[in-house]
């Protein structure tokens, strides 16, 4: 019975010892998030759907204006404008000269909602519906997302992130089976967009 004690008493200590682990880890992940105002870069994007025999790639550029705007914009194969805010998702779709807009909710894009939180160093609300999990890599970090309620859970299987000072790349496993890969490169940073920046998101 005691061997049976010590025994359930050390399971207890690894498992807290690990989660606080864990914890310490992705703070200090957190804490060495750039914080200057604006993040721009150059992204690909490659989605390997089930039912699909070839990989649908997509590649342009974005700009994150802090607790504002994230936009991302592809040229080809259909020239794309995609505004994302913590309240709603919008795209704009260019086809043979007119412009098709669609809105729908921030919650539905699970890849914009985690980079968002992580590159606003705030992670409250993704807490709630993720389990997080940091690790120490020799040329960066991992972080390991996890859904906690059925919710997520009915969209997203499993989630990876992979980063230096900042996200780099992004694997998001559905529950379907799909599988979507962000890879974020060329970054850098100011406290302010240019005219172009702007004017971007003033025309989307």
């Not at 690990?18 to 998030?33: H, K, P, R, T, V």
């Amino acid at each position: 019975m005691i061997k049976a004690l010590a025994a359930l008493f050390y399971c207890l200590a690894t498992l807290l010892t690990g989660s606080m682990a864990w914890a310490a880890e992705l703070d200090d992940i957190i804490n060495a998030i750039p914080t200057q105002t604006v993040i721009r870069g150059r992204y690909i994007q490659t989605q390997k759907l089930v039912h699909v025999p070839h990989a649908f790639t997509t590649e342009g550029h974005f700009i994150f204006w802090r607790d504002s705007v994230f936009l991302w914009r592809t040229n080809a194969p259909i020239r794309t404008t995609t505004l994302y805010t913590d309240k709603s998702l919008k795209t704009y779709l260019h086809i043979n000269g007119k412009r098709i807009e669609s809105v729908s909710s921030s919650a539905t894009s699970i890849e914009n909602r985690i980079l968002w939180s992580i590159i606003s160093r705030d992670l409250n609300a993704l807490e709630l519906d993720f389990q997080i999990l940091a690790y120490d890599l020799p040329q960066g970090w991992q972080l390991d997302f996890y859904p906690k309620t059925n919710l997520t859970r009915s969209i997203v299987k499993h989630v990876v992130m992979l980063g230096r000072t900042g996200p780099r790349e992004l694997i998001v496993e559905n529950y379907s089976g799909d599988l979507t890969i962000l890879k974020l490169f060329d970054i850098s940073l100011s406290n302010a967009s240019s005219s172009q920046e702007e004017a971007e998101l003033a025309n989307p």
